[in-house]
């Protein structure tokens, strides 16, 4: 998705996560692709497994914390 507000740079999303339970102990996350059409793929893959629903939620949370963030200055 892109953004036409000429103040504020356009901010492309590149992929979606998707939490699963596999099993009783077993939660995977998926990620999805999102082509430049902006369509999601229909194919997935797994970046992380975990045994509960909080585990993969903090993963998310970790994955979150660490992108790379760029701030533009007004000068």
Do not use: C, H
């Not at 998926?30 to 497994?49: A, D, H, P």
């Amino acid at each position: 998705m892109t953004s036409n507000n000429p103040f504020r740079p356009a901010v492309l999303i590149q992929f979606a996560l998707q939490v699963r339970q596999m099993g009783e102990n077993s939660w995977w996350v998926y990620r999805y692709e999102i082509g430049r059409n902006g369509k999601l793929s229909q194919k997935s893959r797994v970046v992380f497994f975990g045994n509960s629903r909080a585990e993969a939620d903090q993963w998310i949370e970790r994955q979150k914390e660490e992108a790379t963030i760029y701030m533009l200055s007004g000068n």
